[in-house]
């Protein structure tokens, strides 16, 4: 990664500042952004996704990779379906989704031509344990008209129709990650009262597995449950003190 950012720096790319995705608690990987004085940004990734709770195999993804080729240069890429994932998937969890940079691409890739195969997105994104939220976004994209395949639509809505504890901790952990203003508006965002208080009883106890990676904690059991309640409820009561102060 050093080399390559080294190499783009050389030819005009200054690094830009770290995204928030780059930077959280629990990253998979190293991220490195740069910007051309002709606004072109690239991203550079030591993994598919930014945070450890979205595993992705490389090997597998090189197996499955399709030749990208310029003018007079080729190189080995992701594939349509990965590519699909890729974008979607970073969207399930990022507050730059707002801006809709992934629904564009997601229709580039769309109308790029390149066949993509529901089996293989299904496999990437489930993979990452990304399925969930990735059900609601790509029927946002088939709702705005997206050249999406109505079989790769049903196929991932399918596979997110059962989620385990940990797909569904990870789903509401993206949420409260894009959604700028915390727990709070979290849930007001959400419609009905029951929908409220189901959210924030699995904020409150999610399964094992997510506090053992959230929390780096080695036994999730109440006591981490009870830590966890306190922090959020903690963290809610500062902002609600914060906000009569800054308005």
Known sequence: LDAIGAALRD????ETVPAREASVHAAAGRV????HPTSLPVRIRTSLFDL???PADFTDL???ARA?????WSAPGLSAADSLALAVGAACFSPRRLNLQWAADAWMIARSGEPVAPDRLVATLSRARLILPAATLFQYLRETGAPLETTLVEAV???AARPSRMERDVALHGVRRATPGGVGTTLASMTGVGARAVALWWMLCPSPEYVRWSQGARHA???ACLRRTA????????RGQARPANS
């Open 32 to 35: 490195l952004e740069l910007t």
């Open 62 to 64: 090189r197996s499955a």
């Open 68 to 72: 990208l080729e310029g003018h007079g």
């Open 157 to 159: 809505s399918r596979a």
């Open 11 to 14: 030819r005009g790319f200054a």
């Open 52 to 54: 450890s709770c979205h």
């Open 231 to 238: 922090r959020l409820v903690g963290s809610a009561v500062r």
């Open 221 to 223: 059991g109440p006591l």
